[in-house]
């Protein structure tokens, strides 16, 4: 190899190694050769020598600390890679292959695509595969089976050379893979016939770059006018006669039966044989160029005025040259600017080229161009079998709205979809998390919804049934009432106990009132009011009721024992025995008040669905179970109270003031409650639990009113409406007689009334209340 030193021009020789001999005969590899010598050159001399390369497209020539003096007018591979992978990325594509042929160029060209597509992400690799630089039979067909191991990644990205790029193909077309394979060549494809030349199916849609370039006329004009006369100093150019026309020049050459001719020196480039601009022709003129302006710069510096070289010139400082090319900045041959950046490179400009086919005929068509940035006309792109679709290759399919991507350890463009379930939502690209309690995910689980607000409506089945009940109860009691004011001072109503009886009637018309309020909409009046009146109600009508069961029971344990009055059983007193036991009631309820103020709540796991669409909050009061039963506690106290004093009275006579209806009452009464507590706890845990805790509630007082109003006051109304002749005054006696009477008829005849139509009863009753009120 010569080389220019200070002293002169000397010849270097350089070792090659037989790996290399086939590259030296390939000249598709002519930037790899270069690129050695470069190398060999450097590591033979350490001089400084700049260099300026019209091929070498290296990345490692980039390397400023080790190939300082070096420059060229093409761009490295680096570009070249970071606008296939732009490409990649501007076609959706993430899942990728690359095949390198073996040696400098392709493996450095693979890698560098691998260090783009790592540092600006979305791209993985499914294949790398290697050509040898001898390869065995057989071995492009095992490329293509490790290409198809993953079939999802149809795009193969290419860094070889043009003999591996065509047997690549062939053994494509072999494996009846037309169509499948979407091929990403680099320049050493470029626009080439040769490697796609009678497999042009199999190439279609391929997609390759070449660095920005144009044919140089003035180049054409000149070489096709060159003969052997006028191209006598170009010693290679008569080995370039014979190969270009086949024939010989010397007949003692030609051997029979090889079929070439003898040269006759009238054969014409381009009209005897085919011409094709080589296509660095622009790039050998503008490195040549950029040494002549250097140099003309660095005369102008060093010799101002002077022609030929100076004595600062000679022999010339390789530093300052170096420094006089990369401040260069010309118009090339092709009108492109010619400048080189830090590392002594050319900036990337790069035509980007796809195979079609039209009508039978194939073409390499441009689509697009490449300078720092991608442009792409992806509308002018046409696929395998014509298509504009653009082909997949993906590694997995983007996950549907509500689905969270669960990456494959080690493969980043790889993923599972996994379903956000339950009350979880979309929370970005690879998480789901849970929706707020009050809130739930909508139908395709990307975002949350409030949870829809419902409570006991006055519509709803659970609620028309004891509203009725309540209606028909209130109407009764008012009858009731209307009917005892009316006829107020007739002996029924007095022996009855007027005061109590209003009392009574009252808690009555309290209970019945409380299913109002039980299906009202919570706020915190009416919660405020159910706490109140849903024992009070109760409360007041067995305070009544265990009042005159008390009063009696005293009346005949007295009169068992001796023959005066017991105490406190005229009405005030009634009224204000009955009126100290509600007030416990009232007390307790101040005393929750003050404790926990009423509320109303929205609960949303009473009917928190594992169906998040069946899910509901439900508007109530914020009673709790517990809550409840303490509420009643004291009115079933006092039912529980009443009827064990009914039990105790049960030997009265029959007619003899209320006694026996009082205890029907209290045991109808301790039925219904019976029956409501497994009721009302054994459906907690149904989705309905409101609805019938509060059905079943309402119902439940109801009935109770109901029971003491039929068994206590409707017979007395039917004798004040239907037989007034019995409603009429008895003889009355002294209170010692009638309780003695009443005694000795319960010791000894039990089961006989003293007297017919309740006789006994009404004197009883009479001379106490007149007792009572002197």
């Known amino acids: 190899v010569g080389v220019n030193l200070a002293e002169g021009w000397q010849w270097v020789r350089l070792s090659v190694p037989l790996s290399l001999l086939p590259m030296i005969m390939n000249h598709l590899a002519v930037d790899e050769m270069e690129s050695w010598i470069q190398r060999e050159i450097s590591a033979v001399f350490s001089i400084r020598i700049p260099q300026v390369s019209y091929a070498s497209t290296a990345p490692e020539l980039s390397d400023n600390t080790r190939y300082d003096f070096f420059s060229r007018v093409v761009p490295p591979d680096t570009y070249q890679a970071q606008a296939m992978v732009d490409i990649v990325k501007a076609m959706r594509w993430n899942f990728v292959s690359t095949v390198a042929s073996e040696g400098n160029y392709g493996e450095s060209g693979v890698d560098a695509f691998i260090q783009k597509s790592r540092e600006d992400g979305g791209v993985c690799i499914s294949q790398s595969v290697k050509i040898p630089r001898e390869p065995k039979p057989g071995e492009f067909g095992k490329v293509i089976r490790r290409l198809r191991e993953n079939p999802n990644a149809r795009v193969v990205i290419i860094f070889a050379n043009e003999d591996d790029i065509r047997r690549l193909l062939q053994a494509a077309k072999k494996a009846n893979q037309t169509g499948h394979f979407i091929w990403v060549g680099s320049d050493s494809w470029g626009s080439k016939i040769s490697p796609v030349l009678h497999q042009e199916e199999m190439a279609e849609g391929a997609v390759t770059i070449l660095p920005k370039r144009?044919?140089?006329?003035?180049?054409?004009?000149?070489?096709?006018?060159?003969?052997?006369?006028?191209?006598?100093?170009?010693?290679?150019?008569?080995?370039?006669?014979?190969n270009n026309f086949a024939c010989k020049l010397s007949r003692h050459a030609l051997k029979k039966g090889s079929g070439l001719k003898k040269c006759t020196n009238q054969e014409r480039i381009g009209k005897d044989s085919n011409y094709e601009q080589e296509g660095k022709v622009q790039f050998v003129i503008d490195a040549v160029y950029s040494m002549a302006h250097a140099l003309h710069n660095m005369h102008r510096e060093l010799c101002p005025g002077k022609v030929g070289l100076c004595s600062r010139m000679d022999p010339i400082n390789g530093t300052l040259l170096l420094k006089h090319i990369r401040m260069l900045n010309f118009a090339g041959i092709a009108g492109n600017p010619v400048l080189f950046n830090g590392n002594g490179d050319a900036p990337g400009r790069y035509e980007i080229y796809q195979y079609q086919i039209k009508n039978r005929t194939a073409e390499?068509?441009?689509?697009?161009?490449?300078?720092?940035?991608?442009?792409?006309?992806?509308?002018?792109?046409?696929?395998?079998?014509?298509?504009?679709?653009?082909?997949?290759?993906?590694?997995?399919?983007?996950?549907?709205?509500?689905?969270?991507?669960?990456?494959?350890?080690?493969?980043?463009?790889?993923?599972?979809?996994?379903r956000c379930d339950g009350y979880q939502y979309q929370a970005d690209t690879y998480s789901?998390?849970?929706?707020?309690?009050?809130?739930?995910?909508?139908?395709?689980?990307?975002?949350?919804?409030?949870?829809?607000?419902?409570?006991?409506?006055?519509?709803?089945?659970?609620?028309?049934?004891?509203?009725?009940?309540?209606?028909?109860?209130?109407?009764?009691?008012?009858?009731?009432?209307?009917?005892?004011?009316?006829?107020?001072?007739?002996?029924?109503?007095?022996?009855?106990?007027?005061?109590?009886?209003?009392?009574?009637?009252?808690?009555?018309?309290?209970?019945?009132?409380?299913?109002?309020?039980?299906?009202?909409?919570?706020?915190?009046?009416?919660?405020?009011?159910?706490?109140?009146?849903?024992?009070?109600?109760?409360?007041?009508?067995?305070?009544?009721?265990?009042?005159?069961?008390?009063?009696?029971?005293?009346?005949?344990?007295?009169?068992?024992?001796?023959?005066?009055?017991?105490?406190?059983?005229?009405?005030?007193?009634?009224?204000?025995?009955?009126?100290?036991?509600?007030?416990v009631q009232l007390l307790g309820v101040c005393i929750?008040?003050?404790?926990?103020?009423?509320?109303?709540?929205?609960?949303?796991?009473?009917?928190?669905?594992?169906?998040?669409?069946?899910?509901?909050?439900?508007?109530?009061?914020?009673?709790?179970?517990?809550?409840?039963?303490?509420?009643?506690?004291?009115?079933?106290?006092?039912?529980?109270?009443?009827?064990?004093?009914?039990?105790?009275?049960?030997?009265?006579?029959?007619?003899?003031?209320?006694?026996?209806?009082?205890?029907?009452?209290?045991?109808?009464?301790?039925?219904?409650?019976?029956?409501?507590?497994?009721?009302?706890?054994?459906?907690?845990?149904?989705?309905?639990?409101?609805?019938?805790?509060?059905?079943?509630?309402?119902?439940?007082?109801?009935?109770?009113?109901?029971?003491?109003?039929?068994?206590?006051?409707?017979?007395?109304?039917?004798?004040?409406?239907?037989?007034?002749?019995?409603?009429?005054?008895?003889?009355?006696?002294?209170?010692?007689?009638?309780?003695?009477?009443?005694?000795?008829?319960?010791?000894?005849?039990?089961?006989t009334s003293l007297r017919p139509n309740g006789e006994a009863k009404s004197e009883l009753c009479e001379s106490l209340e007149t007792q009572g009120e002197l």
């Open 214 to 242: 144009q044919s140089i006329r003035g180049f054409d004009r000149y070489f096709i006018s060159r003969t052997l006369e006028n191209n006598r100093r170009n010693i290679w150019f008569a080995e370039f006669w014979e």
């Open 364 to 418: 390499y068509k441009i689509i697009g161009h490449w300078t720092d940035q991608l442009y792409l006309n992806i509308l002018a792109m046409h696929w395998p079998g014509g298509g504009r679709k653009i082909p997949y290759s993906i590694c997995s399919h983007p996950c549907q709205a509500g689905e969270r991507k669960k990456i494959v350890k080690g493969i980043p463009c790889c993923w599972h979809c996994e």
């Open 432 to 583: 789901c998390k849970m929706c707020r309690f009050d809130l739930r995910p909508n139908e395709n689980h990307t975002a949350c919804r409030p949870i829809p607000i419902v409570k006991l409506e006055w519509s709803s089945p659970w609620a028309v049934i004891p509203v009725l009940i309540s209606v028909a109860g209130i109407m009764a009691t008012l009858f009731v009432v209307v009917t005892f004011i009316r006829y107020n001072d007739t002996p029924i109503v007095k022996a009855s106990g007027r005061e109590l009886s209003y009392v009574l009637l009252t808690g009555i018309f309290m209970c019945y009132a409380t299913t109002f309020l039980m299906i009202s909409a919570p706020d915190v009046g009416i919660c405020s009011l159910r706490r109140i009146f849903l024992g009070l109600g109760m409360s007041i009508s067995y305070a009544a009721l265990l009042t005159k069961t008390n009063r009696i029971y005293r009346i005949f344990e007295q009169g068992s024992m001796s023959v005066s009055a017991p105490r406190f059983i005229s009405p005030a007193s009634q009224l204000v025995i009955t009126f100290s036991l509600t007030s």
């Open 592 to 751: 929750w008040f003050g404790v926990d103020p009423s509320q109303a709540i929205i609960d949303y796991e009473d009917q928190r669905m594992a169906n998040p669409d069946m899910a509901r909050g439900m508007l109530k009061c914020d009673i709790s179970d517990l809550s409840l039963i303490c509420l009643l506690g004291y009115s079933m106290l006092l039912m529980v109270t009443c009827t064990v004093y009914a039990i105790k009275t049960r030997g009265v006579p029959e007619a003899f003031n209320e006694a026996k209806p009082i205890g029907f009452t209290m045991y109808t009464t301790c039925i219904i409650w019976l029956a409501f507590i497994p009721i009302f706890f054994g459906t907690s845990q149904s989705t309905e639990k409101m609805y019938i805790q509060t059905t079943t509630l309402t119902i439940s007082v109801s009935l109770s009113a109901s029971v003491s109003l039929g068994m206590l006051y409707m017979p007395k109304v039917y004798v004040i409406l239907r037989h007034p002749e019995q409603n009429v005054p008895k003889r009355t006696r002294s209170l010692k007689a009638v309780v003695t009477a009443a005694t000795m008829s319960n010791k000894f005849n039990p089961k």
